[in-house]
T-cell receptor
Framework: DAGVIQSPRHEVTEMGQEVTLRCKPI?????LFWYRQTMMRGLELLIY????????DSGMPEDRFSAKMPNASFSTLKIQPSEPRDSAVYFC????????????FGEGSWLTVV | GDSVTQMEGPVTLSEEAFLTINCTYT??????LFWYVQYPGEGLQLLLK?????DKGSNKGFEATYRKETTSFHLEKGSVQVSDSAVYFC????????????FGQGTRLTINP
């Protein structure tokens, strides 16, 4: 079975540009998560969806960040406008909601904003 | 709120040494506990998990026991290898309508030959 698929794997962009990160969760999974990883702050949960509905976006750093899940097999995380401090690895993860179920991670999108 | 505290790194050991990485948690309700591993340049992979008190998770020679009385889930391995060099994350999961994974800060482990 295919795992969580993220694109792009690597992106370098200029400050002020819009960045869109994409995620395809594992088929049959109904919860999807976006995490950000930096050296300074470690792994932070940005937002998570259950059955395509955003449940908790309290981790989204500011209005420049937005996330959508238009259907069960696709989600996007958008940064507009991007800033150098947004440089990080962004992970998407998914699971079938139930206590103790494993959450599976994609390989990450490595974003550099210059 | 729910949180995980794990041993600060980095940890450097020689091959075949005994490894312990401490992890404690606070949680509302009854969490499931996980250890994830991240190899250089890769995403996070599940290493092991335990879903109820006194359960022991094990994989690839690593073990951790869910201790409710001490709210701990320490990771151990009897004899580490160079290939175990990675960052290890302790995490808890609580089901509040939807499942949410809360991570510790990660512990970087380096094993020298």
């Amino acid at each position: 079975d295919a795992g969580v698929i993220q694109s792009p794997r690597h992106e370098v962009t200029e400050m002020g540009q819009e960045v869109t990160l994409r995620c395809k969760p594992i088929s049959g999974h109904n919860s999807l998560f976006w995490y950000r990883q930096t050296m300074m702050r470690g792994l932070e949960l940005l937002i998570y969806f259950n059955n395509n509905v955003p449940i908790d976006d309290s981790g989204m750093p500011e209005d420049r960040f937005s996330a959508k899940m238009p259907n069960a097999s696709f989600s996007t995380l958008k940064i507009q406008p991007s800033e150098p401090r947004d440089s990080a690895v962004y992970f998407c993860a998914s699971t079938r909601t139930a206590s103790g179920n494993t959450i599976y991670f994609g390989e990450g999108s490595w974003l550099t904003v210059v | 709120g729910d949180s995980v505290t794990q041993m600060e790194g980095p940890v450097t050991l020689s091959e075949e040494a005994f490894l312990t990485i401490n992890c404690t948690y606070t949680a509302t309700g009854y969490p499931s506990l996980f250890w994830y591993v991240q190899y250089p340049g890769e995403g996070l992979q599940l290493l092991l998990k335990a879903t109820k008190a006194d359960d022991k998770g094990s994989n690839k020679g690593f073990e951790a026991t869910y201790r409710k009385e001490t709210t701990s889930f320490h990771l151990e391995k009897g004899s580490v290898q160079v290939s175990d060099s990675a960052v290890y994350f302790c995490a808890l999961s609580v089901n509040q309508g939807a499942q949410k994974l809360v991570f510790g800060q990660g512990t970087r482990l380096t094993i020298n030959p």
